[in-house]
């Protein structure tokens, strides 16, 4: 199978130089890959010139259906992918982790896109600013995607997740994508593009796909476009070293090497249910994906004293796992991706040894089940122990990529701590303990170099999502040695490919631009009332000013019995007596919002169809009895949903008599579109 690159709509191999790759099972040849010959300027240019305006002209709801749709088109075909997948050396559940894995991030983002973006081609980031006196300059930010394109690197160890994890948030953002798979496991990639393509789902120029090398891609980047890059940390450095990454300030995400920990801590002892949950998850963090993954404990940090059990009990654990073929059923571990990688991790455990000692494991001497142990890239899980972690280094610096990990032991919170931040940077620690204060400790002691902890007992155990699997809703990345990068952690990934820009003008001009009434703004009050308007025919600004009521104490007293809310000041002018917020008896914030709705609703059967929602409530000024309160109603802003309905944000202001400010709020409605 000779793989071609997806580019500008087709698929070509036009360079001459062949690479083969092969098997990591068998180290048969599996696909053939020609490097070169493609023109990478014009592949930028195809993705900024087609596939940007594509996608910028749809809203985020609709980009959001078109990751639904490509999921569930994925969904049905992942079976070919497994297959697929078999010759990179994973096992079954290796396989559901990229390939399910990936399209539940296309899912997330889906779901996620309609429920927590509006459906727009902008954001409105933050509430407006005041920024005079008088109230006629306003600031408001704003996001919009950026004008370049999303140039996705990816590693070989998540073909498929690696691709869609980064290009979810890319496309719901409105950013076309050129992913660049690594080579050694590109047919899967390949694979996935192919499906991506068939369905014909992302609008032209949204993707491209290079297979091989990206050529001279780096040097027609522009400050539109944003590097998304996961990887070694050698190949990272020299990339962001790339002249024009500098001098066009190119946005780079990086996703490196990363020594990431595992923390038993002290209360964790053997015999507790969170010593147990230690061990299963270091075993299995060792052994899933043969430990190609960048998120795979590479440290086991334990108390001194719980070091000998530790190290026993992943013996036993350890004992259990057949390696051999990943195709069969009883194989537990594969292969790592290829000879070249087998030996660069024997490389990387040598220098381990010169600190530590293999006590579980023999990589001269091990059982492979299936397949020959010397044509495949077959490894052991080792593990290794360091007596003196305090002043080695290499545990803490060297990133061997496969089933391997080594336990260090510790005396004292402080010190496990320390040996945590030794990885100067990691993507996630795993933290054991069933003491919160222990964990805060940890928590606030190790968060600063990681970019995310999981806090692991026996309260969590069963549903906890697991030390290395990455959730599209939080964010993936770490500091310093991961790279510095952030990835996912749901709508945060999205602005990585969307600029933020400060707006600064008067309120009438700023509302027309964002589509967003502002206060200050014109205002529209028609003879109707705006409830009487169906979603298109009700303008933005559109307002309703309320008759008055009077607030009385019968109506405090009443709403009191009523609901049960007899907080002391709504019921006791004794009790308020010096009280810092309240002058005497006040009326119930509740009772003032639910005269608001009874003075600004229009009651008759219409265009409204719900009130689903109140945000940002603030109650300004207490109420007392006597005090007079009335209401301003007014359309802010409007967000098609269906064809049946659409989501209208009210501007709500209750105001006293003396128009001051009682509370403000947005009201949230949905409204029939004209039948
Ligand atoms: P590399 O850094 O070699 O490759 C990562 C990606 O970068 C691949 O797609 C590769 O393509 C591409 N690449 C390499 N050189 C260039 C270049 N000059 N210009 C543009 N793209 C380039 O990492 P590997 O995937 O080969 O893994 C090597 C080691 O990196 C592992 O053994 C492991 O230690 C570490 N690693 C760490 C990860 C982490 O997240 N912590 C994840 C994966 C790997 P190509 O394959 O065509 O060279």
Known sequence: MRLESFVRGSWMSPGQELAEIRSAVTSDVVAEVASGGLDMGEVLAYARQVGGPNLRRLTFHQRAELLKALAIYLSERKEQLYKISYQTGTTRSDNFIDVD???????????????????????????????????????????????????????????????????????????????????????????????????????????????????????????????????????????????????????????????????????????????????????????????????????????????????????????????????LENVRMGPVVGLGQRRDVLAQVAKLRSEADIVVGDPENFAVEGADRERGAFIPPLLLHCPDPIRATNVHSVEAFGPVCTVMGYDGLDQGIALANRGDGSLVASIYTYDPAVASDLVFGVGAFHGRLVLIDRDCAKEQTGHGSPMPHMVHGGPGRAGGGEELGGMRGVHHYMQR??????????????????????????????????????????????????????????????????????????????????????????????????????????????????????????????????????????????????????DVEITTDKDETVATYDLLTMNAVRP
């Open 101 to 327: 894995g990936g399209i539940g991030t296309l899912f997330v983002y889906a779901s996620k896109g309609r429920r927590e973006l509006p459906n727009t081609t902008f954001l409105i980031d933050g509430a407006v600013e005041p920024l005079s006196k008088g109230g006629s300059f306003v600031g408001q930010h704003v996001m919009a995607p950026m004008h370049g394109v999303a140039v996705h690197i990816n590693a070989f160890n998540f073909p498929c997740w690696g691709m869609l994890e980064k290009l979810a948030p890319a496309i719901l953002a409105g950013v076309p994508v050129v992913t660049k798979p690594a080579t050694i496991t590109s047919y899967v990639a390949h694979a996935l593009v192919r499906m991506i393509a068939e369905s014909r789902i992302l609008p032209e120029g949204a993707l491209q796909c290079i297979i091989g090398s990206t050529g001279d891609l780096f040097d027609h980047l522009t400050c539109q476009d944003v590097v998304s890059f996961t990887g070694s940390a050698d190949t990272a450095q020299k990339l962001q070293r790339h002249p024009v990454i500098a001098r066009e300030s190119v946005r780079f995400i990086a996703e490196r090497d990363s020594l990431n920990a595992a923390i038993l801590a002290p209360d964790a002892v053997p015999g507790t249910p969170e010593f147990d949950l230690f061990i299963k998850e270091v075993a299995k963090e060792m052994t899933v994906k043969a430990g190609q993954k960048c998120t795979a404990i590479r440290r086991a940090i334990a108390p001194n004293t719980h070091v000998p059990a530790v190290i026993e009990a992943l013996r036993e654990r350890l004992s259990r796992v057949t390696v051999g073929n990943p195709e």
């Open 501 to 650: 820009t400060a707006l600064q003008g008067s309120p009438a001009m700023l509302s027309r631009v964002t589509q967003s009434w502002i206060k200050g703004a014109p205002m529209v009050q028609e003879g109707r009332h705006p409830f009487r308007y169906h979603f298109e025919d009700l303008a933005i600004g559109q307002t309703f000013i309320s008759k008055e009521r009077t607030i009385t104490l019968e109506d405090i007293e009443h709403f009191a019995a009523f609901t049960g809310d007899t907080f002391y000041a709504h019921m006791s002018e004794e009790a308020t007596k010096d009280h810092p917020f309240f002058p005497g008896r006040v009326a119930h914030g509740y009772l003032l919002l639910s005269f608001a709705a009874g003075l600004f609703v229009d009651p008759d059967l219409g265009p409204v169809l719900a009130n689903y929602g109140l945000d940002s409530l603030r109650f300004i000024k207490p109420v007392q009895p006597g005090e007079t309160i009335k209401v301003r109603l007014t359309a802010k802003s409007k967000s098609p949903r269906n064809e049946q309905y659409g989501e209208v944000r009210w």
